[in-house]
């Protein structure tokens, strides 16, 4: 039986995406991830645990010389994000990958990437109530794969000097920078992200280079809303809404 599936227009009705009714949905957060990656010219990405391909679609129309990979171990997330990839008309740059995130050298090279980008399961097994659904478990805790499977394979797929992107909640934060000092992937861009401006912060933002130097660069706070009641962004997210796409 096929999964239901909606469409939903984003970015002022520039782009439009299929996303599985009772699977992971997309929000301010993935975009925010999104406009945090740079791109240099004639590169190659690659998204880990990809969905409904949100990530590098945004990213392909925004930098056309750009070329795009993603990957889920959900099937359905999968045809989903080809789906997407034909409707905003980047089929043509943009490959999805039926396949376990443990499992990347089966299908690649090591080294293959310039870019590797990802907001990975990010509840310890063990921990916290599972989420309803078995799409949704998948995507928000480490039912099939761990941090540090996410961060192992980005270590194996990029290139000496490739960037590694996470959006992860800030309990995770520690355990993130540990695991990716482990891997020769040294941490050089930090923001955290505040729902409100008189909350604390509860996601953060973070670029690593592999085989980088130390020393990080501490961004200032990214503040998502005005209010959190009545969900107004702030002028900042509302400017990076606007100008994401030309």
Same mark, same amino acid.
């Given at each position: 039986? /096929? ?33 945090? =990656?740079? =791109? ?15 990530? #590098? @679609? ?42 376990? =995130?443990?499992? $990347? ?6 080294? /293959?990437?310039? @870019? $590797?980008?990802?907001? #990975?399961? %990010? @509840? ?26 996410? @961060?192992?394979?980005?270590? +194996? ?15 995770? %934060? ?29 996601? %953060? ?26 969900? =107004? ?7 990076? +809404?606007?100008?994401?796409? #030309?």
């Amino acid at each position: 039986m /096929e999964s239901e599936k909606d469409l939903s227009t984003f970015l002022n009705n520039r782009v439009k995406f299929y996303q599985l009714k009772e699977g992971f949905r997309f929000g301010t957060d993935t975009f925010l991830l999104t406009t945090f =990656v740079k =791109v240099k010219g004639k590169e190659k990405l690659i998204d880990l645990g990809t969905g409904c391909g949100v990530i #590098p @679609i945004l990213l392909l129309l925004k930098y056309k010389d750009l070329k795009g990979v993603g990957i889920d171990i959900v099937r359905e997330s999968v045809e989903v994000a080809h789906l997407n990839a034909e409707i905003n008309g980047v089929s043509d740059r943009f490959k999805v990958f039926h396949l376990d =995130v443990k499992e $990347v050298k089966r299908l690649f090279r090591a080294q /293959e990437f310039d @870019i $590797v980008v990802s907001n #990975p399961p %990010f @509840i310890e097994k063990g921990r916290g109530s599972l989420a309803k659904g078995e799409y949704r478990q998948t995507a928000r805790q480490e039912t099939t794969a761990t941090l540090k499977d996410f @961060i192992q394979a980005a270590k +194996y797929l990029l290139k000496n000097k490739g960037r590694f992107y996470l959006l992860l909640p800030t309990s995770r %934060f520690v355990d993130a920078v540990s695991l990716l000092r482990e891997n020769k992937l040294e941490p050089k861009r930090l923001r955290f992200i505040h729902p409100q401006r008189n909350k604390g912060a509860n996601l %953060f933002l973070l670029e690593s280079v592999k085989g980088g130097g130390k020393g990080i660069e501490v961004l200032p706070p990214l503040v998502v809303y005005r209010d959190l009641k009545s969900r =107004v962004y702030t002028q900042e997210v509302e400017e990076l +809404y606007n100008s994401f796409l #030309p």
